[in-house]
């Protein structure tokens, strides 16, 4: 699947509430998420842009997927699929 090239940071943080990742802090222009589902905690950081790199949103799509034990395709699908 393709990734939305016009996704910004917020968006990004409240698509991934249904994975249990909430804001633990802002710093700038950078959110950090944390999620403890598995028990282990994973967190991550969003840069509060209005609309993220591709890179960038691919490294987030592929560290969130490796902590769900899921495939990335299939995470992408269920965050941007219509």
Do not use: C
């Amino acid at each position: 699947m393709k990734l939305p090239r016009d996704l910004s940071g917020h968006d990004l943080v409240k698509a991934l509430r249904k994975y249990g990742y909430y804001v633990v802090r802002q710093s700038g222009s950078h959110i950090r998420l944390t999620s403890s589902i598995h028990g282990l905690e994973h967190h991550i950081t969003v840069p509060a842009h209005k609309s993220l790199k591709v890179g960038t949103l691919n490294a987030i799509i592929s560290s969130i997927a490796v902590y769900l034990e899921m495939d990335r395709e299939t995470l992408s699908q269920e965050l941007f699929g219509k």
